[in-house]
């Protein structure tokens, strides 16, 4: 069995918390994104979704259905991807893009409303931008400008 055979995406549950809230990042990739630690709590329509690996959270996401959605797309049944990241020390095993492959179905499951996920990558963070077209993310020629330089639109839709 490989490593990411046991990747799941679930719903944060209190569980998760002490190991969430020790995730670290190298600073180049801390400047792309935010730590866990900074989501102990959501407004309503923010859905923090862990990363699972055979029950161990490695990684953390947060998937939006908030009127912040309209800044990225103009599909009503779109939803925002934002922080993604896999702690350190689980890094280069597999399991950001092992998750970004289970990401459709599992959001046609939990979010059945849902046809379409928007996210902003930066555009000097290009292992990201990889990353997200190696699973189906398609740039959608949108640019934002983020808090350290232009950003890329990219969407997934089904």
Not at 98 to 114: G, N, S
């Amino acid at each position: 069995m490989n490593k990411t055979d046991m990747i799941e995406l679930r719903h944060f549950e209190i569980e998760h918390l002490e190991v969430l809230n020790s995730f670290e990042l190298p600073s180049e990739q801390a400047q792309f994104t935010s730590l866990p630690i900074n989501y102990k709590e959501v407004t309503e329509g923010q859905h923090r979704i862990v990363i699972v690996n055979d029950r161990e959270p490695v990684g953390f996401f947060i998937l939006h259905a908030t009127d912040r959605v309209k800044e990225y797309s103009d599909n009503p049944q779109a939803m925002l991807l934002t922080s993604l990241s896999i702690n350190q020390a689980k890094q280069g095993k597999g399991y950001a893009k092992e998750a970004m492959k289970l990401l459709r179905k599992f959001v046609i499951t939990e979010f059945p409303d849902c046809n379409e996920i928007v996210l902003a990558v930066n555009h000097k963070n290009t292992a990201a931008q990889k990353l997200y077209v190696k699973v189906g993310f398609q740039d959608t020629g949108k640019r934002k400008h983020g808090p350290i330089g232009e950003q890329f639109v990219m969407k997934l839709m089904w």
